[in-house]
């Protein structure tokens, strides 16, 4: 057995050497065998020591503890001597990143049995298993800036199965360590902004820096320097005032603050209360960071996180939001044949000839907007689901009257071409259902464009006077004046043209064979 030295009682050897005692007498005043007195003064006097002087350097303490404290012994027992035969298939199974559970059962199909601690001993002394490197604290930082977020589980929430895993959304003030538990079920990006929304209530004011987890939700593609950011919680952070710090990939250490609130509001806060609802555990966490977390002594800062919180970083807080953000929607989609697009089952205009281009969309409860390629094509006042919002400019024109059933433009077009055209258009579309006979005004429009203006309003003053209301009719009458026209004319009729292959109409006869022995 070695008896632990230390330094204080080789200053009092050294000490009552220096006055004149001798070390019979320092062994009967300290407990020290006298030979152990006698090398403590050998090595001092070495060191520079001598009687009569006043005080005891430290360096002469130091040199005679270095060289007088007896080491630990190196000795292993029979199971490490095993181990040690079995280092080449150890390390060979490490580097495969093996885990010494298994490792421990490979060994053991091997012949060698030892126990586990021994061999995590073992790998850690001769493999540096597990060796997490060396760390240093980091500084908190200016009060009320540094706000970080993990993302965690909880438990089970509800009485009777099936029963929901809740997670955790956890928010710890860098300074202070005060922080704030969220319950949720899921990880989307409403959920994580209502987090956030609540935990600037709970807080009373905003932080100006959130370090945040790679939550898809937060961070879309994970980079140490340049993260990609879900466009749609970066314009949530604008609209706030704060700036989104991601963490590196499996770096705890970039949010040490919030690291180990997690499992300490899964233990401590949520474990045990047996929440019936989401609700209720909202609740619940909610008044455990108050009264329970809040108010303890941290480990860290030796205070009371939420005394400390209203001290140093409450008061430098952004202002609180005074209305509950409106999360946005914002997608892409394709424009249709029909220059509409969908957005959360409504339709919306485009303007120009997008078809088949593929805009960016932002929606909110107010507004709906378009853009492409970083310009703005339109707004659109937000529709429920089933409904429709269309600028007739958006259409093409030759289109837009029939896509917006718009009557009275046809109304205009017709009697634009003449007057008799216009009341016969209008005489039309004299019914309870108006838009179910616009494919009638189409048509007679479409013979305004074959025959002439002239005609067809002669044509319909004819059938005004007979009161025929019948687009076909029109058609007719204007046929058959022009085939009395051509008559009065003595318009001859085109030549008949033989083609090449033709064939003669008698080869088309059947002829019957007659019998010469009738």
């Not at 292993?76 to 150890?90: T, V």
């Not at 850690?124 to 760390?135: D, H, L, P, Y």
């Not at 895993?165 to 860098?174: D, E, H, N, V």
Request: with cysteine; net charge positive; charged share 30%.
């Amino acid at each position: 057995m070695f008896r632990e030295v230390h330094m204080a009682e080789v200053r009092e050897v050294l000490r009552l050497w220096q006055m004149g005692r001798g070390n019979r007498e320092i062994e009967r005043l300290l407990g020290v065998n006298r030979k152990t007195v006698r090398r403590y003064v050998e090595v001092a006097v070495k060191a520079g020591l001598a009687r009569g002087l006043d005080g005891i350097s430290e360096e002469v303490v130091g040199a005679v503890v270095e060289q007088l404290r007896p080491g630990r012994p190196l000795w292993h027992g029979e199971s490490w001597a095993e181990l040690a035969s079995q280092r080449a298939f150890i390390e060979s199974e490490l580097k495969d990143r093996r885990r010494l559970t298994k490792i421990e059962v490979l060994l053991r199909r091997r012949g060698v049995v030892v126990p586990y601690r021994t061999l995590h001993r073992f790998c850690v002394a001769e493999f540096g298993f597990g060796n997490r490197g060396e760390t240093v604290p980091v500084e908190d930082g200016e009060p009320g800036h540094e706000l970080q977020v993990d993302f965690g589980r909880l438990g089970l929430v509800g009485l009777r199965s099936p029963r929901r895993m809740a997670k955790g959304l956890i928010f710890t003030a860098g300074v202070s360590r005060h922080q704030f538990c969220w319950p949720t079920f899921g990880e989307t990006l409403e959920e994580v902004i209502e987090g956030f929304e609540e935990a600037w209530l709970f807080f009373d004011g905003v932080f100006r820096v959130a370090i945040v987890d790679n939550l898809k939700a937060v961070v879309l593609k994970a980079d140490p320097v340049q993260p990609h950011l879900n466009p749609a919680f970066l314009e949530y952070a604008q609209t706030r005032g704060f700036v989104v710090d991601a963490c590196r990939v499996r770096s705890p250490k970039d949010k040490s603050r919030v690291e180990r609130s997690v499992p300490f509001c899964r233990d401590n806060g949520f474990a045990g209360e047996n929440f019936v609802d989401l609700a209720a555990s909202r609740i619940g966490m909610r008044r455990w960071c108050l009264e329970g977390a809040g108010m303890r002594i941290h480990g860290t800062t030796q205070r009371r996180p939420l005394e400390h919180f209203r001290d140093i970083e409450q008061p430098v807080l952004l202002p609180v939001p005074t209305s509950r953000y409106d999360i946005p929607l914002s997608t892409d989609a394709k424009v249709g044949r029909d220059h509409h697009i969908s957005v959360a089952r409504a339709l919306y205009s485009v303007p120009g000839n997008h078809i088949g281009a593929r805009v960016d969309v932002r929606a909110d409860r107010v507004l709906v907007k378009i853009s492409y390629r970083g310009r703005l094509l339109r707004e659109h006042p937000r529709q429920p689901p089933g409904g429709r919002s269309t600028f007739r400019e958006d259409l093409p024109q030759e289109k837009t009257a029939y896509a917006m059933r718009d009557i009275d433009y046809l109304k205009r077009v017709a009697a634009g071409h003449g007057q008799q055209i216009g009341v016969y258009a209008a005489r039309l579309m004299d019914s309870p259902l108006p838009w179910t006979r616009m494919r009638q005004v189409y048509r007679l429009l479409g013979l305004v464009k074959r025959w002439g203006p002239e005609r067809i309003e002669q044509a319909c003053d004819r059938c005004l006077e007979l009161d025929v209301v019948d687009v076909t009719r029109v058609g007719r009458i204007v046929e058959r004046a022009l085939e009395r026209e051509q008559e009065s004319a003595d318009i001859p009729l085109a030549p008949v043209v033989r083609l090449r292959f033709a064939r003669h109409p008698d080869e088309f006869t059947i002829k019957k064979e007659v019998d010469p022995n009738a």
